[in-house]
């Protein structure tokens, strides 16, 4: 009963002296001072998912065993809390469990029954640890309600963030009001010293000792690699998120004289997929001119004849502007611009000529974009959804002796550019004409334009629509090419123009889709250098379209374009491809080997 009283006592008269501190100025608190208040023991830790090491208070260690994640939930293994944290760990073999003892709470983890502790209450084990390589690992966000420290998550960095502010035991009174901290700016580099356009790796270890998010990274003198010998200095300052700035860290990267990449093969080695790589003319001529053409076989598909109505491309007057007739598969190409001062309607119309038998027009590949002023875009698009086209094929039917729209495509204005490209199977003989018409006209009226005179660009139907090569790399030891749209090792696809019964020869092969096949790549990467001008266009690479370049267009030998990497173990590499409306060729495919670097 005395007991009980003492304490009530005791307790009173501690609210009542706090009550009064809180009353005077802080000169007359007693141990107020800063020099004479305790210092709270500070740990930033930097944790890594999956890795080994960690950073406390910038300095690095190893541990036995990593953090990880699971489902979006962080777990911590219980034996690396005394180093990290200070949290005692202990193992009782008497009862087969782990114990824990924090700042709040005694915690009991029994292993074999799976059943959890805490001051003595139960709760659920499943939901706050796990075993995993016969280690116990404890949930992050759970443990915390019995230490209190600070925890972030970092995604692009993969690793947690943690600040635990642990106070010293005493039982005098301070003030703990206290001014934001500086954050500390530290980093570190993989290696002692590097050769010439070696990667350097950097490790941003800094941290905040209040815990605030660091907002903002300013380098100064940050290089991936650097390509002269010598000492560089590097500098990192960081801002927290209440804009206190560091001081500045600085380290002297050594640079030693002794060759790993020069400045254009590091890019090669190192610039991501997809990349265009602006360069000099002088370095790409030096790299990559006159390098040896790769051997291939090609083979022209001629079970499906291309049809091209690219002539008159720009038209100054309504009519036809190729006709054809179809029986089985072919591929249409259409590629114009309205030249006119007024809008007009581009349609494909199809005739079935028999007078009793229907037809049926099946569409099983399609690429098309409407009119626009931009003549690289509407290529590229159009080839983009020829490639990637995957959807179900589209039937129509023809009645005997009837016309009618096979496409029509909106109003065509002047000065605009139009491009479609659509493979078909018929099951009879049809005719197919492309038509500049007056906009808003019936179908009825076709039949009172005239056929357009020919001017000099691709019109005719050709022999076939896709070129198969088969690339050997066997022995590839140094860069080499393969020519597109060269016609000499890449020849033109031949035919006859329809309209005036004379040879065609499709200058670019324009609507032909080329498939390249390798065996057994080596590594390497795959290069495009444009050599005929302003070139936009669309790779498609073991099914993913690349882009070259990603953005904007490309000028010949003035940059070039990273369509793919391999690392020597992909059984194949195809790519497909088919040259774009409003580029110019030839194009160079590079074949650049890699070394194991």
């Known amino acids: 009963m005395i007991s009980s009283l003492y304490k009530k006592w005791f307790a009173a008269m501690g609210t009542l002296i706090l009550f009064i501190s809180c009353l005077l100025p802080n000169s ?50 219980a034996a690396i809390l005394p180093s990290l944290l200070g949290i005692p760990v202990e193992w009782d073999a008497s009862s087969g469990s782990v114990q824990v003892t924090t700042p709040a709470a005694f915690i009991q983890l029994q292993l074999a029954a799976k059943q959890l502790r805490v001051n003595g209450k139960t709760e659920d084990f499943e939901q706050s640890a796990f075993m ?25 960095l993969q690793r947690v963030e943690l600040l635990y502010i642990k106070r010293a035991e005493s039982g005098s009174l301070f003030n703990d009001t206290m001014p934001n901290t500086k954050p500390v700016a530290r980093f570190s580099v993989n290696k002692k010293s590097y050769r010439l356009g070696e990667p350097i790796i950097y490790s941003n270890t800094s941290y905040d000792p209040d815990g605030d998010t660091i907002k903002n990274v300013e380098w100064t003198g940050k290089a991936e690699a650097i390509f002269q010998p010598g000492l560089f200095k590097v500098s990192l300052s960081v801002t927290d998120s209440k804009g206190t700035v560091s001081e500045p860290f600085s380290y002297n990267v050594e640079i030693v004289d002794d060759p790993y990449l020069d400045e254009f093969e590091y ?75 007024e809008k007009v309607q581009f349609a494909i119309i199809v005739r079935n000529p028999s007078p009793d038998k229907p037809v049926t027009i099946k569409t099983t590949r399609h690429g098309e974009v409407h009119p626009s002023i931009y003549a690289n875009l509407i290529g590229n698009e159009a080839s983009i959804e020829f490639l990637q086209s995957d959807s179900s094929p589209e ?59 020919y001017t000099g660009n691709v019109r005719g139907t050709f022999d076939g629509s896709d070129v198969s090569w088969n690339v050997d790399l066997t022995g590839l030891k140094k860069p080499s090419s393969l020519a597109i749209g060269d016609g000499t090792s890449d020849q033109f696809v031949t035919g006859v123009d329809a309209y005036v019964k004379e040879h065609s020869l499709n200058l670019g092969n324009y609507g032909v889709v080329y498939k390249i096949h390798m065996d057994h790549p080596p590594k390497m990467a ?72």
């Open 28 to 77: 007359m608190i007693p141990n107020a001072s800063a020099a004479d208040a305790p210092v709270p023991e500070s740990r930033s830790l930097l944790l890594y998912y999956g890795k080994s090491e960690a950073f406390l208070n910038g300095t690095k260690l190893a541990l036995d065993a990593p953090v990880v994640q699971i489902n979006n939930r962080t777990y911590m293994p």
């Open 132 to 156: 995993l390589n016969d280690r116990l690992y404890v949930e992050l966000s759970w443990l915390n309600r019995f230490i209190g420290f600070k925890a972030t998550v970092n995604e692009q």
């Open 267 to 341: 890019k090669v080695y190192h610039e991501p997929v997809g990349t265009y790589v602006k360069e000099e003319e002088a370095t790409l001529r030096a790299y990559l001119r006159g390098i040896p053409q790769l051997p291939n076989i090609a083979t022209l598909e001629k079970d499906r004849p291309l049809i091209v109505s690219d002539s008159p491309e720009t038209f100054t007057e309504k009519g036809f502007l190729y006709q054809e007739k179809v029986n089985g598969k072919a591929r249409l190409y259409a590629d114009h611009v309205n030249g006119m001062k």
């Open 395 to 453: 039937s129509i039917t023809v009645a005997p002796y009837q016309t009618m729209y096979y496409k029509k495509m909106p109003e065509f204005y002047p000065d605009q550019g139009m491009n479609v490209m659509y493979d078909v199977e018929t099951s009879g003989e049809v005719y197919f004409s492309f038509v500049a018409m007056d906009a808003g006209a019936g179908i009825e009226s076709v039949g009172m334009y005239k056929q357009l005179d």
């Open 526 to 597: 795959l290069l495009l250098l444009p050599r005929g001008g302003v070139f936009r266009g669309p790779f498609e690479i073991n099914g993913s379209i690349v882009q070259a370049p990603p953005s904007g267009i490309m000028m010949d030998y003035q940059g070039y374009t990273i369509l793919a990497r391999t690392d020597g173990t992909e059984p194949s590499l195809d790519i497909e491809f088919t040259p774009a409306a409003g580029s110019a060729f030839p194009v160079d495919v590079i074949f650049y080997p890699l070394e194991d670097k």
